[in-house]
């Protein structure tokens, strides 16, 4: 090779290997290990706004937080957090879950949103016959049972009582009590076969026969009816809680009704004696929610019930206490865009996945090439003996000579070695089946999916740098939160001879502030409180006050009793606490007289009274110091020419 050659393919040797390492630009490296300035850009830009410490949002105080990300998820290899089974386990969950969005053919699936959204508009209400008939049937048996659902559907047909064909025929367990009445229902409440054929059907008419995993249906149609819209209340609740002062939560509510009716706001009566106090600070209002979202019926259905906006329903009972409702606002029913994400995300993880799942695995077979081998059923026949079908079968390694190829997809090659493998984990997982053939069917269908899919998945995070920084950084996450668990929390909350030191150290800190044990009473007009303090000079006691000046119906008073940081909001604003009966204290919403019963001098908390919060401060403390260890076990070396570099490109 002559020298003018050689210079030349040196040269272009250099040119190639630059451009290829200038996204691959290492900004620094921990003992030896490389961690590129692409990954830095890319935190930076999409946590910045996260960070709230100013001295921390330039490149150099964020690089600080930066270093200190990646030596916790250097350590927590180090420890091989990385092997624990929980770690793995949700990981491929999480791999799963982002992957369907890169893996699911977009026209199907979007396709399938479309048609989803369209039924979602209305319910359906229904009542349907069933014939029971297992998947795994023998073919005689599923030819019985079809015709009998078709005999069936003809009478329905002919105009025979179909409630009566219900009696007389269907196997759904309680048919005879239920009548076969499905209710009203819509898109994603039942399974897709069985939507498909509800909304295939139009009112009055027999669908045509279906079949699902529990055997053959038809189905009548009574009725079909615009979905019921987002709506958004506020309430007023008292706990149905027996350990409370309050010994009728009924009563007080009563009472709290009776205020709104006589005039007083249901934001000023929500604010002072909602005992839900996540939304009694905002005046009673619940986040906005649609049929279902509650998981509360009795609720839902009296919140439903109000007609108007603005409308208050008398006080009613749910499972979790009494409630004060007002319909503040019915939504329109969301557009298209507005539901997508949503409705993506069901399409890509239920029951119509199957259909998803085929285009989108001959899109992989297509783009990356799919040969197809040797049968699986006659040797898995014979090497597969029935104690399957009790779940009972032993895997024997298949010889080399006999191991051979199912498909190849890409570089991959299946063998039958990789199905019997995965047969013998499968078995104790599945359902029963009676039939060897139908039972591996369904195994080497999913099987074969199976394998596609994670073959595109581990393709994904080599070739697609976005799928490869998002499964990155959720990676890292999960890491961190375990080795911070680990030697951090768990720490914290177990080592109690370490606590408590903290605690006598700081407890300086924990101080309760002047407090009152005391009765504060609440009257919306002046001249009822004037009587109240009058009453209490004279004597009297709450009960009797109350007797005295709530009479008729009629609420004119409300009584909190208990012991109040001086600052707490139940007491009065700028009160003073002197023993006895306090002057009048006028707010916007009501009128307040306190009974001050005893004055509690400021003191330091026990620890037991603020453990929470010191186990949070010693937490902190702790991570300090192990912050420091972890900076002085690894060597931490910065590239302060690629460091400039990206000063200058985030500058601009």
Known sequence: MNTKYLTLLLLFLSIITANSQKNKEVLLTINDTPVYASEFKTVFKKNLDLVLEESQKDVDGYLELFIDYKLKVTEAYAQ?????????????????????????????????????????????????????????????????????????REKAINGEDFEKLVIDYSEE?????????????????????????????????????????????????????????????????????????????EEKIN??????????????????????KATGVKGGTIKTFGPGDLRAPLFEDAAYSIKEEGEILQPIESSFGWHI????????IPTFEELKPEIEKKVTSGARVRVVTQ?????????????????????????????????KWEYV????????????????EVRYSDFAKFTFKKQELSKTYKSKERLFVDFYEEFKNN??????????????????????????????????????????????????????????????????DADVISAPKAANAEQVRTLLLNGENIEEIKDQLNTEGKINVIVLQGVYEIDQKELPENFNAVLGVSKIYNTEDSNIVVNVKEILSPTNKELEEVKGLVISKYQTKIEED??????NKYKVVINKKVLKKIKKQLAN
């Open 80 to 152: 091989g957090l990385d092997k624990n089974e929980e770690y793995i386990k949700e990981f491929a969950k999480y791999q799963d879950q982002l992957s369907q969005n890169y893996i699911y053919d977009k026209r199907v699936t979007s396709k399938l949103v479309s048609e989803a959204y369209e039924r979602g508009l209305e319910e359906i209400n229904a009542d349907h016959i069933l014939i029971l008939i297992n998947l795994n049937a023998s073919a005689q048996d599923t030819l019985k049972a079809y015709n009998k659902i078709k005999s069936v």
């Open 325 to 332: 409702i007002r319909l503040n606002k019915v939504y329109p």
């Open 397 to 412: 390694p298949i010889p080399k000579n006999e191991d051979k190829a199912l498909f190849t997809i890409g570089d991959l």
């Open 173 to 249: 367990p309680g048919a005879k009590k239920t009548l076969g009445k499905l209710g009203y229902f819509s898109v994603f409440g039942m399974l897709y076969e069985f939507e498909n054929a509800a909304y295939n059907t139009e009112v009055g008419e027999i669908s045509e026969i279906t079949r699902t995993d529990y055997g053959y249906h038809i189905l009548k149609i009574n009725d079909r009816r615009k979905k019921k819209p987002m709506i958004n209340v506020s309430h007023i609740m008292i706990f149905s809680n027996k350990d409370a002062k309050e010994a009728n939560p």
């Open 359 to 391: 285009a989108t695995n001959n899109k992989i077979m297509l783009e990356y090439g799919y040969q197809e081998g040797e049968s699986y059923w006659p040797y898995f026949n014979e090497y597969v003996s029935d104690s399957i079908l009790k779940k």
């Open 451 to 516: 394998t596609i899919k994670e073959f595109y998945k581990n393709k994904l995070e080599v070739e697609n740098e976005e799928y490869a920084a998002v499964l990155s950084e959720y990676r890292n996450g999960l890491l961190i939160y375990d080795v911070m668990k680990k030697n951090i929390w768990e720490v914290a909350k177990t080592d109690s001879i370490g606590l408590q030191k903290y605690y006598e150290g700081t407890k300086s800190n924990y101080t309760w502030k002047q407090r009152v």
């Open 626 to 631: 192990w912050m420091k260890e972890l900076k």
């Open 255 to 276: 009472e709290l009704y009776a205020m709104i009716m006589q005039g007083e706001t249901f934001e000023s009566i929500a604010k002072q004696f909602s005992e839900d």
